[in-house]
């Protein structure tokens, strides 16, 4: 395979989760049962999202102010849930890849940068969850303060490096017995509760919402269909080793579909118990503003008259935290290589995570006290379901892509169902925030805070209007810029004069214009050096020891043009700096004791420049030889 080709496929295929990707092969002769236990278990990791500490936080508050009046509001967000997933199932096994990916790969750069931030808030809302979760289970397990417990969470990091460690499969198996867990508390505590199951019935039939009533049912549904998850399973699927053929993807499809709707039914089941228990024991008992999971806890003793209950109810949470904040943390590693191609060591991404989740809970805990953690879980939760739109609107998209999918994209009746569904998950939160923004326009809020509302709401508007229509309106106009252009074809020019010429390449259309010139003014005698500055986050912070997907390109890139010189009969070496190329290129060029540096005329525009300045002004500042810009 020639360099062009296999830079093609490159492009073609970058692997999510590259450490467990493929890992697990579902492929060969083997009976049918091992076939369908092979593609089983990441829905099961998908599904402790839906059923996290953010979730019992809706739930309890729904049931204790409603009773079952919100449960056919958990059913038609499980039934949204298994559609959405199982078209970020069928993004991963089709195309290979994740949506954070796919999107990167469609949309223009500022978009995908909004897109990020977006995701990330959405992570860090529901690692909020997840922190609040774990630390309101030990507390009521050992008696520590809350703020302890937020500040153990951390020691988790050090768990999911473990796991991650012993493969895709023994993390499904921890993920799933956890799950095991919280499912059989809860089937305990519904037998000591015993519901009114006509009642519980009637609250699976639709009814209308009293404003108060819409936020827990929006916040229902933003703990039940995460945003993240979308991203998770569209990766996790990827684990599995499929063949290329027709049949053994559409097989992967129906068995993925399999494994979602058993996993996420087992997630409905806890969500539903959660809140029925509430109704059963808190409503029914005339206690309607059960919204903190410690009253919770200390009031089903009594009620239930048995001291039982609340110990498995404090174990589930734990298990409900701990499963959901390792799959959380990958989830974040996936929206982080997908979206801006940057991969950092899972501690790292696991640390940076978790003190993002810490420090509100700490702040909140210590001025509001340990009493306001229900409605932050609460808010939490709205939080995910308003980032929820510029997840599944980009997934729509790609699943209905003939050109991408082909035979397997979604048909027309799917399609219309998934567009219905992100039209209820928009209406609702546009309903939200509409109401939401006509109080504080009525209240005594700052005129300045008001015009700073106005402005967010119609940025967020505006994203959102592009997440929509560009997929459609700009497919011919953008091309993705995932990795660097492919390297130009050099000829060779006369004149010969300068002996050591370095040459600043940045894999840009300029490079060829550099390198002709650099051949211009050398010759056959002539010591070639180019150089490239890796400027990648991670290059800025882990230097030359970096190991990311960016840094190889660049690496072929270069070699590429060095064994091109080497043919054409050119001495030529090269040397790649990791760091600001303001600050590298000078030292190597001053070092090598270059005659010449050449340049391509490549840097920032308007007011970047004015406010940054461009790298070649930075270099010829600091260089001891003329340079030459082309």
Known sequence: MDYQSKMKKQKEFQPSLQEVNASVDTSGKRSMFKKIFAFFGPAYLVSVGYMDPGNWATDIAGGSKFGYQLLWVLLMSNLIALLLQSLSARLGIVRNRDLAQASRETYPHFVNICLYVLAEIAIAACDLAEVLGMAIGLQLLFGISLATGVMITVLDTFLLLFLINLGIRKMEAFIISLVAIIGLSFLVEIFFAKPNMAEVASGLIPSALSNEALYIAIGIIGA??????????SSLVQTRKIEKSSKSIWRAIRFNIADSAIALNMAFFVNAAILVLAAAVFHKSGLFEIAEIQDAHQLLAPMLGNNLAPILFAVALIAAGQSSTITGTLAGQIVMEGYINLRIHPWVRRLVTRLI???????????FGERSTGELLVLSQVILSLQLGFAVIPLIHFVSDRNKMGEFAIGPVIKTLSWVCALIIVGLNIKLVAEEVTVIFHSNTPLL??????????GIGWLL??????????????????FHDTPSQIST???VKYKRIAIALDFSSSDKKAIENALSVGGLNTHYLLIHAVESA????????????????????IEHYIKTLKDMGYFAEYQIAYGN???????????????????GQHGHKGLKDFLLGTTIDKVRHKVKCPMLVV
């Open 581 to 599: 190329p303001g600050n590298v290129i000078p030292e190597i060029v001053n070092d090598f004791d270059a005659g010449l540096i050449v340049m």
């Open 357 to 367: 989740a810490i420090v509100p809970a700490l702040i909140t805990i210590h001025i």
């Open 538 to 557: 991670g290059a800025l912070t882990f230097g030359k020891e970096i190991e990311d997907m960016e840094s190889e390109h660049d690496k072929q890139h």
């Open 449 to 458: 805070w008001k015009i700073l509302l106005c402005i967010a709401c119609a």
């Open 493 to 495: 020019p006369e004149n």
């Open 224 to 233: 039940t269909v995460m945003p993240h998850n979308l991203y998770l399973h």
């Open 465 to 482: 209007l592009l997440t929509i229509f560009y997929p459609i309106i700009g497919k011919t106009s953008f091309r993705s810029k995932v």
